[in-house]
């Protein structure tokens, strides 16, 4: 009879350990469940702040490709540019004519100390070469290249004319300088031999007398 209790004693023991493995249990969780509520809370917190960066994130990609291609858009709409005009260039019987005035202008700057006191016509070369001729080449390079021998007035004179014709008169005021400088020296000459006839003139009659 005996034997019939073992296996009846065997199951007793199982389900007292069982239950006290239970108890246990459900006294730690009855001691630490304020830990535990803290622990899912920060679990809960870190994975939706996560998913909140990642939205972020996603967000931010999809802004920056649509201001991409509305930029892109607005850049596709946009009207060319105009085609800048050619530069105009000096004619070669300009540059020619520009080369002769500097060197008149040069000539005649090497001649300073001949030309009288406050001389109007050393002003004048003066200004030549720092004012009147660059502004004249200038005033002429500032047109289109299309323009340049299109006419400019009704009388039909074109823009290389109309330059040519203003750097003439520049080269001909020059050659006047240079006219009035040599008459100023052959004038001079001509005042020291007549200043020297009469002092030798006057010391020879008094020899005779």
């Given at each position: 009879?005996?034997?019939?209790?073992v296996?009846?004693l065997?199951?007793?023991a199982?389900?007292l350990?069982?239950?006290?493995v239970f108890?246990?249990?459900?006294w730690?969780?009855g001691?630490?469940?304020?830990w535990?509520?803290?622990?899912?809370?920060a679990?809960m917190f870190?994975?939706?702040?996560?998913?909140?960066q990642?939205r972020?994130a996603?967000?931010?990609r999809h802004?920056?490709?649509?201001?991409?291609?509305?930029a892109a858009?607005?850049?596709?709409?946009?009207?060319?540019?105009?085609?800048?005009l050619r530069?105009?260039?000096?004619p070669i019987d300009?540059?020619v004519?520009?080369?002769?005035i500097?060197?008149k202008?040069?000539?005649?700057?090497?001649?300073?100390d001949?030309?009288p006191p406050?001389s109007?016509?050393?002003?004048l070369?003066?200004?030549t070469?720092?004012?009147?001729?660059p502004?004249?080449?200038n005033a002429?390079?500032a047109?289109?290249?299309?323009?340049?021998?299109k006419?400019l007035?009704g009388?039909?004179?074109t823009a290389?004319?109309?330059?040519?014709a203003q750097?003439d008169?520049?080269?001909?005021?020059?050659d006047?300088?240079a006219q009035?400088?040599?008459?100023?020296?052959a004038?001079?000459?001509l005042?020291?031999?007549?200043f020297l006839?009469a002092r030798?003139?006057m010391?020879?009659?008094?020899?005779?007398a």
């Amino acid at each position: 009879m005996w034997l019939l209790f073992v296996p009846i004693l065997v199951v007793v023991a199982l389900a007292l350990i069982v239950a006290t493995v239970f108890a246990g249990v459900f006294w730690v969780l009855g001691a630490g469940w304020p830990w535990l509520l803290i622990a899912l809370g920060a679990w809960m917190f870190w994975h939706e702040d996560g998913r909140h960066q990642r939205r972020c994130a996603w967000r931010q990609r999809h802004e920056h490709v649509a201001q991409t291609q509305s930029a892109a858009r607005k850049k596709a709409e946009e009207p060319a540019p105009p085609r800048p005009l050619r530069q105009t260039e000096l004619p070669i019987d300009v540059q020619v004519k520009v080369e002769q005035i500097r060197r008149k202008v040069d000539v005649l700057l090497g001649y300073a100390d001949r030309f009288p006191p406050f001389s109007q016509d050393l002003y004048l070369v003066r200004q030549t070469a720092s004012d009147y001729l660059p502004r004249t080449i200038n005033a002429f390079l500032a047109l289109p290249k299309e323009t340049a021998e299109k006419p400019l007035s009704g009388d039909g004179k074109t823009a290389h004319q109309e330059l040519k014709a203003q750097l003439d008169l520049l080269d001909a005021k020059l050659d006047d300088i240079a006219q009035d400088l040599q008459r100023q020296d052959a004038d001079r000459l001509l005042a020291n031999r007549r200043f020297l006839e009469a002092r030798f003139g006057m010391r020879d009659k008094a020899e005779v007398a």
